[in-house]
């Protein structure tokens, strides 16, 4: 089973430029996450999608873009790349409703120099 | 609002002794609640969760985790550690009027020595 997969797994850019982070998912789940995992700050909701064709914005949006296509994919998008987006992003996955848990991804360490 | 508070970012413990990671949430419904585990340079995999069913959950590996409502905890303990446990553990929880939102404590960082 694939799960959640996410692409590229490694990254390095340069300040200013621009990438996509792919995550594609095989369950079926209605709900997907982009969070990003710094050292010392946990997880933080970067933006989600409760279906096919809607995203919002969750607690640390800025600088990143997302859409929402097809229902087994999440795209993240970096127009122009800062090395304060120096981090592990972690795409996940889950069903609707409150007691369901979500499943993750391997994480893209992305870093900008 | 929800939040989580994981207590002490960084455990250690030696092989063999008792593993407790603590967990605190804040809920103005009743929650779901949820313990991840991290290994090195990988995503993060559920071990348990709480769901209203029993107030003792046992999940994956020898863990299981309590909620007690009074204490607005759920703690994660292993009666004995072994040297394949270390990683970082995170607690989270669902209780929000939209049933989309999972937040996440900070993670404890689990060291186990030989």
């Known amino acids: 089973n694939a799960g959640v997969t996410q692409t590229p797994k490694f990254r390095v850019l340069k300040t200013g430029q621009s990438m996509t982070l792919l995550c594609a998912q095989d369950?079926?789940?209605?709900?997907m996450y982009w969070y990003r995992q710094d050292p010392g700050m946990g997880l933080r909701l970067i933006h989600y999608s409760v279906g096919e064709g809607t995203t919002a914005k969750g607690e640390v949006p800025d600088g990143y873009n997302v859409s929402r296509l097809k229902k087994q994919n999440f795209l993240l998008g970096l127009e122009s790349a800062a090395p304060s987006q120096t981090s592990v992003y972690f795409c996940?996955?889950?069903?609707?409703?409150?007691?369901?848990?979500?499943?993750f991804g391997q994480g893209t360490r992305l870093t900008v120099v | 609002a929800q939040s989580v508070t994981q207590l002490g970012s960084h455990v250690s413990v030696s092989e063999g002794a008792l593993v407790l990671l603590r967990c605190n949430y804040s809920s103005s419904v009743p929650p779901y609640l949820f313990w991840y585990v991290q290994y090195p340079n990988q995503g993060l995999q559920l071990l348990l969760k709480y769901t209203s069913a029993a107030t003792l959950v046992k999940g994956i590996n020898g863990f299981e985790a309590e909620f007690k409502k009074s204490e607005t905890s759920f703690h994660l303990t292993k009666p004995s550690a072994h040297m394949s446990d270390a990683a970082e553990y995170f607690c989270?929880?669902?209780?929000?009027?939209?049933?989309?939102?999972?937040?996440f404590g900070k993670g404890t960082l689990l060291t186990v020595n030989p």
């Open positions: 989270a929880v669902n209780s929000g009027g939209s049933n989309y939102k999972l937040t």
């Open positions: 369950m079926n789940h209605e709900y």
């Open positions: 996940a996955s889950r069903y609707t409703g409150r007691n369901t848990e979500a499943f």
